[in-house]
């Protein structure tokens, strides 16, 4: 139910398959100087999470705790880590810090990262892009490591099911039919479709992604400037 994969050099996947909800977690941990944790995952799997993290790094030399929005997934567990890594400190948008995040889940203020501001935890370095709505929530961002070109885009790109951890075939069809799925339940209109929407995926492919790295699902290794213009061409088809 649990694994760990290397998606990019020292950039590791922990991903967590829920069969009840046909759904997979994943939290990214980057080994570096300053060891960046992307996700927190919820409270719930805490242990399990921070366990699986231990066979990469000493969990208490966390220093940066990343994440796209307020939500449990996200940022759930921020407390639970900042009480064990006396040094970790959340990195997200103004808007996230603010309106929610110091508030409910941080032991310690947070860092707010301006758009376009780059953080270099060693050799790493990874840039904030502010993507409001994008995947969703007005607090939404994005970080992309700039050395590997490693995108890690949240909901973007969510594949149902219990796939494999990295994949160079397109991922695309999997999202449609997951948002297919969606749409027809209690999670529909999960991520909205706005006239901002292309603009702000623009954005995002310009970076020309060589690595997809969703919170769902799988990691996609190719193209990633063609396969996140795919991905608003499904949004058209489903949402619009
Ligand atoms: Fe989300
Ligand atoms: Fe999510």
């Not at 990019?8 to 939290?27: M, R, V, Y």
Request: proline content about 5%; hydrophobic content about 40%.
């Amino acid at each position: 139910m649990t694994q760990i994969t290397e998606i990019a050099p020292d950039i590791f996947k922990i991903s967590t398959f829920i069969p009840e909800t046909n759904i997979q977690f994943q939290q990214f941990l980057v080994r570096d100087e300053e060891p960046l944790l992307y996700h927190t995952g919820m409270k719930g799997i805490f242990q399990m999470v921070k366990d699986l993290i231990a066979k990469l790094i000493d969990p208490k030399t966390i220093r940066w705790v990343g994440f796209s929005h307020f939500e449990a997934d996200e940022c759930g567990a921020l407390r639970e880590w900042q009480e064990i890594a006396p040094d970790a400190t959340a990195i997200c948008s103004f808007v996230s810090k603010v309106v929610s995040v110091d508030d409910v889940v941080a032991e310690r203020p947070a860092k707010a990262l301006k758009d376009g501001e780059v953080i270099v935890t060693g050799k790493s370095r990874f840039r904030f892009l502010q993507t409001p709505h994008v995947p969703h929530a007005w607090d939404a961002g994005h970080l992309f490591e700039e050395n590997s070109a490693t995108l890690l885009c949240s909901d973007l790109f969510h594949q149902n099911g219990d796939v494999e951890p990295i994949t160079n075939s397109e991922i695309v069809s999997r999202f449609k039919e997951t948002l297919i799925e969606y749409q027809q339940g209690p999670f529909a209109n999960y991520l909205p479709l706005t006239s901002k929407t292309a603009q702000m995926l623009k954005r995002l492919a310009d970076l020309k992604p060589k690595t997809i790295a969703p919170m769902h699902g799988s990691t996609y290794v190719g193209d990633g400037e063609s396969a996140i213009y795919d991905l608003l061409k499904v949004m058209k088809d489903v949402l619009g």
